[in-house]
């Protein structure tokens, strides 16, 4: 009598920074895709600094994907500097060393970086090939991040960079621009003149940049570049099932919008009449008692998803108002929101 084969385990992903918004999208994704969903964070199935335990999560594992980092919501101290930049470096560096030592390395490793790498740009789009790196605090995170991430031969494993944009959906970017136009507060955000500060100045081992901080006339014109949740899943699910496709991909909607139509939608899902503009004068001493930076709302991002488009890889959400549309329809805004973000 001839016995049953025992089925083949399923395939394991480690997920790095899965409590937060992006990551807990993709656990439940993953696991609905079958995979064994194995974490590592400050808790989790293995905690950072454990680097015996997350080399055993990661040796056979199939995916790797590393959301790792502190949020930038918040003001720019020295120490919420250099923790933005460390939370970042050295959980892609750990994750690095235990990749680069396994017998059974992950076939493809995905690793958060951001669109914000590009400079401020209100003329054209910067697509993966073709875009310009900024420089100041914010682009050298990015830099120093991707520097650590492609660092070195890892020739079993196909590498990514996300180069996200703003991500729409129960998140803290959206729940703030929602509690604003809610609070009559969803006006366009216009830069202008302010006292120059060292926040802003590079870092790292390469820091790039002014000291001091500038600003530009976009007069609420700056470009305002996103992704709704749902795009990120899919978008993540198709590069891991496509083997041709490594280095850095942006993933932003292909409809960039600026500052003024991201408000003015924000203030028609959620029925406001009005909203008050805020210009770099209000905005500025408005943050610093909310503990954020006016740079999020004032720089102009516009990342084009030209890697993504150019696979055929297919937009659920392709135009912001729809996009709102379904983030606002499944929650309401709240004040403290704006604390909270």
Known sequence: MTSTPAPAPPPRVVIAGASGFVGQALVAAFRADGYDVVTVGRTGTATWGDADAIARLVDGADVLVNLAGKIVSCRYTDTNRDEILRSRVDTTRALHKAV??????PRVWMNASTATIYRHETESGNGETDGVIGDGFSVDVATSWERAFFDGDLPATRRVALRMAIVL??????????????LGLGGPQIDSWW???RRYRGIGARPTGSTWSSWHRTKGRQRFSWIHIDDVVASVRFLRDRDDLTGPVNLAAPGASDNRTLMREVRRVVGAPF???????MLDPAMAVLRKEPELVLKSRWAV?????GAGFTFAYDELGPALDTV???RRPRARDLFSA
């Open 169 to 182: 959906g129960d998140g803290p970017a959206t729940r703030m621009l929602l509690a604003l136009g809610k």
């Open 275 to 281: 909203g008050l503009p805020a210009f770099r004068w």
């Open 100 to 105: 680069r030592d396994a017998a059974h390395p």
């Open 305 to 309: 998803p030209a890697v993504l488009t």
């Open 195 to 197: 006292f120059p500060h």
């Open 328 to 330: 606002a329809s499944s």
